[in-house]
Nanobody
Framework: QLQLVESGGGLVQPGGSLRLSCAASGFTLDYYAIAWFRQAPGKEREGVSC????????NYASSVKGRFTISRDGAKNTVYLQMNSLKPEDTAVYYCAAKRYFTDLCSYTMDYWGKGTLVTVSS
């Protein structure tokens, strides 16, 4: 069974940092593009960042560009989202998702989803 499990969320003060992890079980992430999404209370889910299967192609939402960094570790079968300079408006449930592509594509069209991890930015 294919599973994605997010971890690393929590409460952090504005200006602080967190690193989210997305660990896969039941399959290898080597063939999958991965994306991070978030959904704040009362808002629609939005794509935050994506990374191609090779890791060479990445994309960031304008709201997080320069503050967030997506990366992947094949040996650990895990994708990370390093979040720096966090703002209260970053508060949301963060989800990772995966889709198998035959090309080295970064996309927000996904097939498999994790259950999310809550990030709260507050003083």
């Amino acid at each position: 069974q294919l599973q994605l499990v997010e971890s690393g969320g929590g409460l952090v003060q504005p200006g602080g940092s967190l690193r989210l992890s997305c660990a896969a079980s039941g399959f290898t992430l080597d063939y999958y593009a991965i994306a991070w999404f978030r959904q704040a209370p009362g808002k629609e889910r939005e794509g935050v960042s994506c990374i191609s299967k090779s890791g060479y192609s990445t994309n960031y939402a304008s709201s997080v560009k320069g503050r967030f960094t997506i990366s992947r570790d094949g040996a650990k079968n895990t994708v990370y989202l390093q979040m720096n300079s966090l703002k209260p408006e970053d508060t949301a449930v963060y989800y990772c998702a995966a889709k198998r592509y035959f090309t080295d594509l970064c996309s927000y069209t996904m097939d498999y989803w994790g259950k999310g991890t809550l990030v709260t930015v507050s003083s």
